[in-house]
């Protein structure tokens, strides 16, 4: 699954169809703009690397909403249960 098919479906699911083909031209000329204007080639980094960023963007955002609290995210240690 391409970048533009996951942010199109994160689109869907939050807008509903009838607005999906409102937003897919703009990302569509967000992702290839760069492709006409400096010649660079396409890459599609896909699903995996999309939920890795997605990932640390809500990691950050949670940090700073705890630090803005007063308090401290940790990594959650998780123990085999044997």
């Known amino acids: ?46 699903h995996d690397a999309y939920e890795q960023r997605y990932r640390d963007r809500v990691v950050r955002n949670l940090t700073q909403r705890a630090k803005a609290l007063g308090l401290e995210l940790v990594p959650a240690t998780i123990t085999p249960v044997t």
């Open 1 to 46: 699954m391409s970048w533009l098919s996951v942010v199109a479906q994160c689109r869907r699911d939050a807008l509903g169809c009838s607005d999906t083909s409102y937003h897919n031209p703009y990302l569509s000329g967000f992702a290839f703009n760069p492709m006409l204007k400096h010649g660079t080639a396409y890459v599609d980094t896909g």
